[in-house]
């Protein structure tokens, strides 16, 4: 689950970056997203997902420092 997740990364001294909000929209987290795969497998994004996402992820990170 997310909050043991969020437990564990916690106590490991890190801090928790969630994406769930680029990969689902109102409770639904569609398979593609303007004709691109999204998911490699049940826990992995594709690279061209992660390509897509990169620039967001990255002032995301930039921000939490």
Same mark, same amino acid.
């Given at each position: 689950?997310?909050?043991?997740?969020?437990?564990?990364?916690? &106590?490991?001294?890190?801090?928790?970056?969630?994406? /769930? %909000?680029? *990969?689902?929209?109102?409770?639904?987290?569609? &398979?593609?997203?303007?004709?691109?795969?999204?998911? /490699? %497998?049940? *826990?992995?994004?594709?690279?061209?997902?992660?390509?897509?996402?990169?620039?967001?992820?990255?002032? /995301?990170?930039? *921000?939490?420092?």
């Amino acid at each position: 689950s997310e909050a043991a997740t969020r437990y564990a990364v916690s &106590a490991a001294g890190a801090e928790f970056l969630s994406i /769930r %909000d680029l *990969l689902c929209v109102d409770d639904s987290c569609p &398979a593609f997203a303007s004709g691109m795969p999204i998911m /490699r %497998d049940q *826990l992995h994004i594709t690279k061209q997902f992660s390509r897509a996402i990169a620039p967001i992820l990255r002032a /995301r990170l930039a *921000l939490s420092e």
